[in-house]
């Protein structure tokens, strides 16, 4: 609701952006590059709005309006100081390349390419681009490739540009497709067509205006580059499925610049799955996808079911999938929960004391579905927290670890486990015991910025938990304290299996010093596989811990090789890479 950078939407590079000034002003600073007549622009551009300020305290809980004001300042410094600002060398290439995208959508300007250098992957070398370019058709995005081609200039196509496997760097060219959001919808055979620069947030408002669902992931993902990277992921994979489950057709110009559909009758069969690294560089390049449109019913919420144990968590969660009940499912672990939940990092480490150790949910199983499946949950007799009482325990999280709001659960609990859940007068008991509010949620936030996220809070949406999950808003929040390695699989609903695996991974994790936590599991495929997270810590900041999460990771993944070959049901999703859009059959049963 705060808008987004006006610069950047105007410019569409990267740079013009909060995090591609951020990559700018470091830069600067590290002297990598000098002063140039872009970096001038994108500073000036900038109008302190503070806008990012909202954005980025909510998922991260900084600030970065002060670097956009310390690179105005770098910058206004160094011409105050009569420095003139660099222009870029002349470039013969540059300019054919210009003649076909236009002379502002192609660069090679320093300031430019700086923020298409780096991303939060700990196992790459950054590289700098030669030259960014941003194709504003298919049609030009043929012409680039083959020109490319001609002068043998390497090249990798971007979406947003966020990857934990530093799938984006290249010296020669990145293709940028901010410009090609083309959002086209069909309603009358249930899909819509997207670009490769549209991204998920906005695919899924389109749809949801039209009365519609899109699977999407993490909303400023790229849907094309999501889908196609890694197959897309989410909680609704129980209902929608993975890979090409979720897409009626795609577009693609391929690697010599040639075009061809997946429905073509001679068109390249990208259906099949390798489970080789090998198979990793891509073969073309996505740029539409039409995505199938999901119908969405007006009696849809949200429900969290809490267990003490992962094998329960995991045994309801597969059996709702089997059974068909819930269109979303996500056995989430007490990291997510609190991370995603918190307003501020310390609330977050508070709270998952409180739910692990006080109110003993270490588990949480997100479910989402009509009331006809929200009914065949209570016949199942199992407790759970309905919308209600998620909205007073999520505005009254500073006050769970309470003595009062304690002392109730143990007055009203019998043997079961969580029996209080199904009295009928608990959510209103548990509101006047709590007394929640947004005020007291955010209690902690930066002064300055809390009487905006009072209103902010003070929306319906932001408890709604269906509206949350489809546009993943609190997993913004995801790696808020640092950034992890996600070890991904899609593997059998083994309880028994997943716990060896993870605790094997502890012990490495250990080992090297390190934080691993349990994510997330998704069933899907009626229940008969899932995807199961489990996820690597590490402080980006920190040399030495880089270097040991990279080699914390090798085992892992040389451990999880292993699983994989002597089980025969489990492949790990980073296998997956550039082959998103095959059958999902492929994938887990061949």
């Given at each position: 609701g705060?808008?987004v950078?006006?610069?950047g939407?105007?410019?569409?590079?990267a740079?013009?952006?909060?995090?591609g000034?951020?990559?700018?002003?470091v830069a600067?600073v590290?002297?990598?590059i000098?002063?140039?007549?872009k970096?001038?622009e994108?500073?000036s551009s900038?109008?302190?709005?503070g806008?990012?300020?909202?954005?980025?305290?909510?998922?991260?809980?900084?600030?970065?309006?002060?670097?956009?004001?310390?690179l105005?300042e770098?910058?206004g410094?160094?011409q105050?100081n009569?420095g003139k600002?660099?222009v870029p060398?002349?470039d013969?290439?540059?300019?054919?390349?210009r003649s076909?995208?236009?002379?502002?959508?192609?660069?090679n300007d320093p300031?430019?390419?700086?923020a298409?250098?780096?991303d939060l992957?700990?196992?790459?070398?950054?590289?700098?681009p030669?030259?960014v370019?941003m194709?504003?058709?298919v049609?030009e995005?043929s012409?680039?490739?083959k020109?490319?081609?001609r002068f043998?200039i390497?090249?990798v196509a971007?979406g947003?540009?966020?990857?934990s496997?530093g799938l984006v760097?290249?010296?020669g060219?990145?293709?940028?497709f901010k410009?090609m959001?083309?959002i086209?919808f069909n309603?009358k055979?249930?899909?819509?067509k997207a670009?490769?620069g549209?991204t998920?947030?906005?695919?899924q408002?389109?749809?949801?205006?039209?009365g519609f669902?899109v699977?999407t992931a993490?909303p400023?993902a790229?849907v094309?580059?999501?889908?196609m990277?890694?197959?897309?992921?989410?909680?609704?994979?129980?209902a929608?499925?993975?890979?090409?489950?979720?897409?009626?057709?795609?577009?693609?110009?391929?690697?010599d610049g040639?075009y061809?559909?997946?429905?073509?009758m001679?068109?390249?069969?990208?259906?099949?799955?390798?489970?080789e690294?090998?198979?990793?560089e891509?073969s073309a390049?996505?740029?539409s996808v039409?995505m199938?449109l999901h119908p969405?019913?007006?009696?849809e919420?949200?429900?969290?079911?809490?267990?003490?144990?992962?094998g329960k968590?995991l045994?309801?969660a597969?059996?709702?999938?089997?059974r068909h009940?819930?269109?979303a499912?996500?056995?989430?672990g007490?990291e997510f929960?609190s991370t995603f939940l918190a307003?501020t990092?310390?609330?977050?480490?508070?709270?998952?004391?409180v739910?692990e150790?006080?109110l003993?949910?270490?588990y949480?199983?997100l479910?989402i579905?009509d009331k006809?499946a929200?009914?065949?949950v209570?016949?199942?007799?199992?407790?759970?927290i309905?919308?209600?009482?998620?909205?007073t325990?999520?505005?009254?999280?500073?006050?769970?670890n309470?003595a009062?709001?304690l002392d109730?659960?143990?007055e009203?609990?019998?043997s079961?486990?969580f029996?209080?859940?199904?009295?009928?007068k608990?959510p209103?008991?548990a509101?006047?015991?709590?007394d929640?509010?947004p005020?007291?949620?955010l209690?902690?936030v930066?002064p300055e910025?809390?009487?905006?996220?009072?209103r902010l809070y003070?929306?319906?949406?932001?408890?709604?938990l269906?509206?949350?999950?489809?546009?993943?808003?609190?997993?913004?929040?995801?790696?808020?304290?640092n950034?992890c390695v996600?070890?991904?699989c899609?593997?059998?609903p083994?309880?028994?299996?997943?716990?060896?695996?993870?605790?094997e991974?502890?012990?490495?994790?250990?080992?090297?010093?390190?934080?691993?936590?349990?994510?997330?599991?998704?069933?899907?495929?009626?229940?008969k596989?899932?995807i199961w997270?489990?996820?690597i810590?590490f402080?980006?900041?920190d040399p030495?811990?880089?270097?040991r999460v990279?080699?914390?990771?090798?085992?892992?993944g040389?451990?999880?090789?292993?699983?994989?070959?002597?089980e025969?049901?489990?492949?790990?999703?980073?296998y997956?890479i550039n082959?998103?859009?095959c059958r999902?059959?492929?994938?887990?049963?061949?």
């Open positions: 705060t808008g950078c006006e610069p939407l105007k410019n569409k590079y740079a013009y952006y909060p995090v000034r951020m990559d700018l002003y600067l590290s002297g990598l000098p002063v140039t007549e970096c001038v994108i500073a900038c109008t302190l709005c806008r990012c300020d909202y954005q980025c305290y909510f998922s991260t809980e900084m600030r970065p309006a002060k670097v956009m004001k310390a105005k770098y910058v410094d160094y105050k009569g600002p660099a060398a002349k013969g290439i540059l300019e054919e390349i076909i995208v236009g002379g502002f959508w192609a660069t300031a430019i390419t700086a298409y250098r780096r992957c700990p196992h790459v070398e950054y590289k700098t030669r030259y370019i194709p504003g058709s049609g995005v012409s680039v490739i020109l490319l081609n043998e390497p090249f971007r947003s540009g966020a990857s496997h760097f290249t010296d060219a990145v293709l940028d410009r959001n083309v086209e309603e055979n249930w899909y819509v670009g490769p549209a998920e947030f906005e695919l408002t389109e749809a949801q205006k039209r669902r699977h993490e400023a790229c094309c580059a999501n889908l990277t890694s197959g897309l992921l989410s909680t609704f994979s129980t929608y499925g993975i890979a090409a489950d979720n897409y009626v057709d795609a577009e693609f110009v391929s690697l040639s061809f559909k997946l429905s073509d001679d068109s390249r069969n990208l259906f099949t799955f390798r489970n690294i090998s198979e990793r891509p390049v996505c740029v039409s199938k969405v019913t007006d009696d919420k949200g429900i969290l079911v809490p267990f003490e144990t992962f968590a045994a309801f597969n059996e709702c999938a089997a009940i819930g269109i499912i996500g056995l989430l007490g929960v307003p990092k310390k609330l977050a480490r508070e709270i998952k004391e739910f150790s006080k003993k949910m270490p949480l199983v479910l579905g006809y929200l009914r065949s209570a016949d199942m007799g199992q407790p759970f309905g919308e209600a009482l998620f909205k325990l999520y505005e009254a999280l500073p006050s769970l309470s009062a709001w109730l659960l143990g009203l609990s019998d079961e486990p029996s209080y859940l199904k009295l009928e608990f209103e008991l509101e006047i015991a709590l929640p509010s005020s007291l949620l209690r902690d930066d910025l809390r009487p905006v996220f009072e003070e929306d319906p949406a932001m408890t709604d269906v509206r949350l999950s489809t546009y993943r808003i609190q997993s913004a929040r995801y790696c808020r304290e950034p996600a070890l991904v899609y593997m059998p083994d309880a028994e299996l997943i716990e060896r695996m993870q605790d991974i502890k012990k490495i994790t250990d080992k090297y010093r390190l934080k691993s936590e349990f994510g997330f599991i998704t069933p899907f495929d009626a229940g596989r899932c997270e489990y996820d810590y402080d980006v900041n030495d811990e880089v270097s990279r080699q914390a990771n090798a085992e892992a040389a451990l999880l090789d292993l699983y994989s070959e002597r025969g049901t489990i492949r790990q999703v980073r997956v082959q998103g859009c999902k059959e492929n994938l887990l049963y061949i």
